[in-house]
């Protein structure tokens, strides 16, 4: 499968009718919601429940079936990961009735949308203009239209790829790479890239929620400080997806294999002192967009890997201040965000040439590296 994502632009009254399908979809969910207040109610027993709905509100046979379906699917869908979630020993409330303004989207599956000619056409909708970026390949079997918080209207597209062969993987094409503050990914070829925390984007974005807390709640003037607060944090959230998916591009182009370590976000923002910049990174983002762009991607456990010498496996602790890894055993120094991608890369894929002759040729493979420390001196490559 593949998703893409089209913008729309729905005239005036298209956007009436979208917003109306919207609605009708919530009206629906919370008529489930309220239906599995009486016990555990599959996918079967809530579309049983949708047909009888029907026959009470003969309304709802203007809409389109199969999108109606599709919020059994959804709410089935949500009440599974809250199991699972439960099963896992989280604490989980139960599902809530959406408010207004809270249910933004509609799904068209298997039939009733048409994509063509700068055109989306919906069964009982309509042609809507579409801004077709680039060119789908696949057979198209489901239509995700949303409205963002900001008010712009989006449609993802799920595509199915011809069945195609498996992908030839080159190991020598591999990459540890190693996610940071400082630095947002440091790979174990030396190829750093420097964390754009938006923390500057941010300051508006408190204003304007001061200006928010200053206003009556749901006044008129409330509304419009809520809507330019919404439009801002959406430009910040595109600018990071778009950082994301500019990285994770270069990384699928050069490499076939990309080794990460398995992260622990709700651990690590609940005990680091950065928190906030770690939101603020997402590199879970990151490494969704590389995942499925990549030939393989592999996540392997972090122990070890920023304490370890990557030359000796001596294990030489630091703090997070010390940004050197010297290791007193080899004489090894390099930046402590490189040490760990080598590390990383190292526990998929032992290099060759350390297991021939490791200190002999460490040497010149060091020296090929741009900027390697060695007892203190700074050496680079020609
Ligand atoms: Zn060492």
């Not at 604490?91 to 408010?99: C, D, E, I, Q, Y």
């Not at 949308?113 to 069964?123: M, R, V």
Request: glycine share 4%; proline share 3%.
């Amino acid at each position: 499968m593949r998703n893409y994502k089209f913008r729309l632009y729905p005239t005036v009254s298209q956007e009436d009718v979208l917003v109306n399908n919207i609605n009708v979809c919530r009206w629906v969910y919370n008529k489930f919601i309220d239906y599995s207040k009486k016990g555990s109610v599959s996918q079967f027993d809530l579309q049983d429940y949708l047909m009888e709905l029907k026959q009470q509100e003969s309304w709802l046979y203007n809409y389109h079936s199969k999108m109606l379906q599709m919020v059994c699917v959804q709410m089935s869908g949500s009440q599974k990961t809250l199991k699972s979630l439960r099963e896992n020993g989280r604490k989980t409330g139960s599902l809530r009735f959406a408010r207004y303004g809270e249910y933004r989207t509609f799904i068209y599956n298997q039939s009733g949308y048409k994509l063509e000619n700068g055109k989306l056409t919906l069964s009982k909708i309509g042609d809507i203009k579409i801004k077709q970026h680039r060119t789908i390949h696949g057979k198209i079997k489901q239509v995700i239209i949303t409205k963002t918080k900001s008010g712009k209207w989006y449609c993802s597209v799920s595509c199915e790829l011809d069945k195609t062969q498996p992908p030839i993987i080159n190991f020598k094409k591999s990459v540890g790479i190693d996610v940071g503050i400082k630095n947002f990914a440091y790979d174990s070829d030396v190829f750093v890239e420097p964390n754009p925390l938006n923390l500057k984007l941010l300051k508006p974005l408190v204003r304007m929620q001061k200006k928010m807390a200053r206003r009556k709640y749901g006044s008129n003037n409330y509304l419009k400080a809520k809507k330019w607060y919404q439009i801002m944090h959406e430009r910040i959230a595109n600018r990071r997806k778009d950082f994301h998916h500019k990285l994770s591009t270069i990384y699928a182009r050069k490499y076939d294999v990309i080794v990460v370590e398995k992260l622990n976000l709700i651990g690590m923002v609940k005990n680091h002192h950065l928190a906030r910049n770690i939101l603020d990174s997402g590199w879970n983002g990151f490494l969704q967009k590389s995942e499925y762009k990549t030939k393989m991607l592999i996540k392997v456990d972090p122990r070890n890997t920023s304490v370890e010498c990557s030359e000796c496996k001596t294990k030489v602790p630091k703090t997070l201040a010390i940004r050197i890894h010297s290791c007193p055993q080899c004489g090894l120094e390099i930046d402590r965000d490189h040490d760990a991608s080598i590390n990383i890369l190292h526990k998929v894929i032992p290099s060759e040439r350390r297991e021939s002759t490791p200190v002999e040729i460490s040497k010149r493979s060091m020296a090929q590296e741009s900027h390697v420390f060695r007892h203190g001196q700074f050496t680079l490559s020609a």
